[in-house]
Every structure is written in structure tokens, then in C-alpha cells.
């Protein structure tokens, strides 16, 4: 997927895994400036949350950043933060009871920001489910997943360029779930 990112700054903030290291070059590669680390002088910011489910995981830190970043990205007038967050966010999984609250908080503190930061600055999230070579989820969802297979971490970053995209001006306040049709319900034949 091909979007104009010429001139842009990218900021990726949080944990550096598989799918932020591709976001990364992906958003490079359409033409972005992209570099690791809270600067609040970005355009768009990726807040990269972990996709290991640990359950001792606290997003405070990082839904601060986002906050703080939203604030500098009003007084400019525009911008766009991204989450990155696994799908347990949106719905809980019974192997990783304790990571849902967490990563639920991610989303509920990502669609007030979008509240608070419209019309300038658009917040959304992607949340990935089971993406294959152990990049995001938990290999027990895959049997559950309707599409029957492990994602691919291109298909988790076309998701990310469409929020991304500044041909994308209504989108805010939104998970998009990448994850197979997980999401969707119980996906296994009893």
C-alpha cells in the first residue's frame, strides 16, 4: 500500500518489536522521517504498546505519552496518533486474563483522547491478533481465527498505513482489528 507521507515526521514510542520495526520502515518508505524515541514534534506518533501479553504490563507511561503528545499536536493544529496494540485489548482472553484489563485501558484512554483532541488531531488503534513467526498474540488463537491462519505483518501494517493515511480525514476514535476475524466471536466448531 502506497500513501504520501513526503515531508512528514514519525515518531515511534513505547516498545520496539517485530510490528514496530516494520511500521517503522513502512512509514519511511512512503516518504516519512521516522525515528524511535517521545519527541513531540511529530507529525504522527505510533505508541507501540507490548504485544507479548504479560500481565504485569501497565500503560500509564504510555498513555501519558500519548496524552502529552496530543496537546503539542493541538497547538500545531494537526496530527495523528496511532496505537499498537494486540487484539486482547478489545476482547478478553481467557489464557491472559490479566493482560485484557490493561491493554482495555489502551483503547478506553485512546477514544477519549480522540474526544479531546478533535477536530485537529486524529487517535485511533490498531490491534493485531495472532500475526505468524511469534510477532504478535498468542499461537492458541489460531484456533479460533475464522481466516484459519497466522496474519503476516504486512497485513498488520496495511492496516496501519490506512490510519495513517492523510487521505484518511474521518476516521478517529476507532480500533481496527487485524486479527483474522478473531475479534468477530468464537471462530472453532463444537
Partial sequence: MRIDLEGGRVVIGGFRHALAEAAAAALA???????FGGESEADILVVAHPLD???????????????TAADAMMARGRGRILHLVPAVAVLAMRRHAAAGPALAAVVAAMRGLAMRAAPTVLVNALATGWIGDGASGDPAMGTHVPLGRPGRIEEAIAGLLFLADPMNTYTTGQVLAVDGGWTAGY????
Fill in 53 to 67: 501479553l504479560d500481565a504485569a504490563y501497565r500503560p500509564d507511561e504510555l498513555i501519558a505519552l500519548a496524552e
Fill in 29 to 35: 518508505q512512503n516518504g516519512a522521517t521516522v525515528a
Fill in 187 to 190: 471462530g472453532r466448531d463444537f
